[in-house]
């Protein structure tokens, strides 16, 4: 028994949804003519976010072989590497790193410096940090960076029952901050801040509806007990987001892109 709330495979499955909306919102399946439409579904979809931060700061306590986990999540972002740049470059644009780097690698660079930051000794080397990660994660072009990593430390610093309370204001305030000041900066008519795109930075303030989805999750794993079964599952959402970058890619590729020979 679970009891009441939310366990982690109700919360991967919610979070592979956002995943779903986000990823469907900007990889160019939706023409820029319903912008409306882009924004509404990465708006829904920032949901995801702090859902899919606490997963893998739950992930991180609860492993029993942190590396081994580590290697998973870097073969499963260099399988995704290539369906994931036929979906997001833009044919004729320069070459970018970030075109690679898909949402395997975020939670892959999430967990490391997640896993740095506890083991740093001092809170002054804990929040250099923190600040120092963030500001790579912009220059390589980590998806969704800064608030993907902002969000992951929020919801990993501020785990604690007692804590709570400070995660979901952050969360809260973070995500006014960036609909506020995103929004001002779009209407003034700029649609880049440094090489951020504000389109797309502006629809993250979503991320403010998961804090009631973070409160109700009681603690529980996968709470199904059939060996086999857990096994399934807890692979399931590596093939279905491998499905779905790659079936998008085909999609903008052949039939969007007209590339049928």
């Known amino acids: 028994m679970t009891g009441r709330g939310l366990d982690i495979l109700k919360l991967k499955l919610i979070s592979f949804v956002g995943t779903v909306l986000l990823t469907v919102a900007w990889c160019g399946v939706i ?49 995704c590497a290539f369906p994931y740049y036929v979906l997001y470059h833009e044919p ?25 930051y506890d083991k740093l000794p001092y809170k002054w080397l804990k929040t250099g940090s923190i600040f120092l990660f963030i500001a790579v994660s912009v220059f390589l072009g980590v998806e969704y960076a800064p608030v ?17 309370k400070f995660r979901n204001f952050n969360i809260l305030l973070f995500s006014i901050a960036i609909g506020l000041i995103g929004g ?43 060996k086999v079964l857990r096994g399934f599952l807890k692979f399931s959402f590596y093939v279905a987001y491998l499905i779905l ?10 039939v969007i892109a007209g590339n049928v020979t």
Request: net charge positive; with cysteine.
């Open 184 to 226: 001002v900066l779009l209407l003034f008519g700029n649609t880049k801040l440094y090489v951020l795109d504000l389109y797309t930075l502006v629809p993250l303030s979503g991320a403010a509806l998961a804090i009631p989805l973070l409160n109700r999750y009681n603690g529980f794993d996968n709470p199904v007990e059939h």
């Open 245 to 254: 970058t790659g079936g998008l890619a085909l999609l903008k590729y052949y």
């Open 92 to 116: 004729g644009s320069a070459f970018r790193f970030s075109d690679y780097l898909s949402g395997p690698f975020t939670v892959f660079y999430c967990v490391g410096v997640l896993l740095i």
């Open 148 to 164: 993907s990593v902002i969000i992951a430390y929020f919801v990993h610093i501020y785990a604690s029952e007692k804590d709570r």
């Open 31 to 79: 023409p820029q003519s319903l912008l409306w439409l882009k924004m509404v579904l990465g708006f829904l979809g920032a949901s995801s976010l702090p859902v899919l931060a606490l997963v893998l700061s739950e992930a991180m306590k609860h492993t029993r072989n942190i590396t081994i986990y580590m290697l998973r999540l870097v073969l499963f972002a260099a399988l």
